[in-house]
């Protein structure tokens, strides 16, 4: 499944414009958290770390409330609307974050499996078979009670996560590419590997690697904010969603409110991501055909 | 097939290999093994019978030989919550999940596939625009707030059954059902675009086009083949409902592995968390290697590839 054009991501933003109902809203909600992450202190209306134990459980103005705490408050008096835009921030910068080192890594590696071969290949390949046949989680797990919870251990842990993906795709996509005329070609000019690698067959490949991206995304969302309920991922003082659901999790009964809303910003998110990524997909395959 | 089974069992052995040596090196890189294995008041005399028994005063290479015949022979230790063997602590809660995941993995078997195959059948209806929007939607919910969520009508609204523990069956379902929904959502999607890529095969048209019934084509002919991809993906769900296991049992206070480990990890029993971790690993490694003896008894191009049909 080559992709022999680059101006291929060109057209893909112009074409734009038809793009169903859903997919606009899920970008309009993509937008929206982007700039919740650049700007919630700025937005916030109280200092999210504020409590005040006479406004303990205040309900928020949908059910009544007042709309000085638009969405009430947890049960430290905290309000949620400030707490919810600084976690969303902090969800969203590990999310970035670790996606970022995880292509890098994974494609770097695939790369490197792919251009030397032999046991160079068969090693890296080993490890991504036995890195995907046990589940992340328990491995993150496993490094967190070894280490302890460091934000930096944690965005390097996430960041991890599925490497492998990368590693195999990129893989796979390289030496197919290799066969192609035009690498031949750039080769038989001399041109070192690395400049045919970065410069020629990257952007050639690059289509699927961000739909892997798209894929992944939602899934280290899951994954930090998962950990994080735990208690193993992100530590009070900083908040994310993760963490606010597990501290609303003990007043469902009398404050469903507080694991709702993270609940439904975590749920968005990644609904948004993987529509717009099977959107995305389908636009590759259309210019495929 | 038997070329191509050694080739996989070599694979499962080598990932065994690989998490037995990652456990070794991450437990020598933090710290002395002896003060993170035992109690902080563990006598002098204690930590020197430890080090002795796990070869601690000998060189890493001759460390790491005696680590594998440790744990080859099973000594692993005991736990420091309650000094209690590892092995007894983990294997009593390894029913427990088993119970739940196994419940689980039919669940979403059950509601996943059929779903799928409709859709497949029914392809840009509004019945399969429906069933796959609800798919995208189960799929991008973390399995703890389904958990949540359903905790919150079933036992707190409607108050039909309890919210965590596990006491008798009732116990058992909202987990279960957590499991099934979360799972069935993604595999509802595998499902259809299997049939579909199937249903789109000359041989399919051949068949219609000589009469033969529809459904029989779908269980006889289009089914059979799509289940090849289905089976691998079913691996994928098991490794799937073992990660969750972590979240979901958390969710309901399931006294399993997942819930276990996640203790263990929070009270840094690392002789627990050691364990656990191999154990989750040989049965993950057993399972893929289940999906694959499968995947080849599916597929004649790999059953029959020792007849030089390949």
Redesign the interface.
Known sequence: MALTSLPGALRLSTSGMRSPLSIRLAMLWLVAVLAIGIFAPLLAPHDYLHQSPLERFLQPWFLGGTPTHLFGTDYLGRDVLSNLLMATRTSLVVAILGSLICALLGTALGFTAAHFGGTVDNLIM??S??MA???????A???????GSDPLIFIGLVGVASWERYARLTRGLVLDAATNGYAEAVRITGAAPLRIYLRHILPNIIGPLVVQLTINF?EII?LE??LS????GIQPPLTSLGLM?AEG?DY??IA?WL?ALP?IV??LT??AV??AG?HLRDRFDARLR | MSRFLANRLL?AL??LF??VTF?FI??RF?GDPAEQMLSPDATPEAMQAFRERWGLDRSILEQYLFYVRNIASGEFGFSYANGRPVIDVVTERIPKTLILTGAGLVTLILIGVPAGIAAALRRNTAADRITMSLA??G????S??LG??L??VFA?ELRWLPSSGSGDWRHAVLPIATYGLAGAAGIARFTRSAMIEVLDQPYIRAAKAAGIAPIEIVFRHALPNASIPIVTMLGFNV??L??GA??VE??FAWPGLGSG??R???Q?D?AV??FM?LI??AF??SV?FTVDVLYAVLNPRIRLSDHGAH
């Open positions: 080993g490890f078979d036995a046949s046990v589940p992340f989680i328990i491995f797990l496993a490094v967190l009670a070894f280490f939602p899951l904010s998962g309920f735990l208690g193993l659901v999790r469902v009964a469903w694991c609940g975590i749920l990644t609904l993987s529509l099977d | 694979r080598i990932t690989l998490t456990v991450v437990l933090s995208v939607g799929y991008s919910i973390p703890f707030l949540l969520a905790i919150y707190v490794a799937g073992l990660g972590v979240l958390t969710v480990f996640v263990a990890v929070s840094g690392l968390v050691q971790v989750f690993t993950m490694v893929n």
